[in-house]
Nanobody, 121 residues
Framework: VQLQASGGGLVEAGGSLRLSCAAS????????MGWHRQAPGKQREPVAV???????NYADAVRGRFSIFRDNAKNTVYLQMNSLKPEDTAVYYC????????????????WGQGTQVTVSS
């Protein structure tokens, strides 16, 4: 199983970016998908997560500016980031709870490689 994140880049404050993260390999089903981020010198923190059925949770710092949604047919999760601020600058990591086959009921958390988001003031 692999998670491939993309969509990061450099944007001015107030701008928008959309991140995507696609799961590939032995994917039977996916429970939750989401994003964490890590700014320089800080601990990794949760950003948003979306569950089966499309219910979602957001960190207080991004609620109202970011939207998370998933395309189950493509095993892909997206993070639409609007009204970006310099404090959103970080490496963004995607994750997903993946069940690899029908013989096991176990869901394992997998992580993507991270994509850099830089917001200039």
């Amino acid at each position: 199983v692999q998670l491939q994140a993309s969509g990061g880049g450099l944007v001015e404050a107030g701008g928008s970016l959309r991140l995507s993260c696609a799961a590939s390999g032995s994917v039977f089903s996916i429970s939750h998908m989401g994003w964490h981020r890590q700014a320089p010198g800080k601990q990794r923190e949760p950003v948003a997560v979306v569950y089966t059925g499309d219910s979602a949770n957001y960190a207080d710092a991004v609620r109202g500016r970011f939207s998370i949604f998933r395309d189950n047919a493509k095993n892909t999760v997206y993070l639409q980031m609007n009204s970006l601020k310099p404090e959103d600058t970080a490496v963004y990591y995607c994750f997903a709870g993946i069940r690899e086959n029908s013989q096991s009921s176990l869901y394992t958390n997998y992580w993507g490689q991270g994509t850099q988001v830089t917001v200039s003031s």
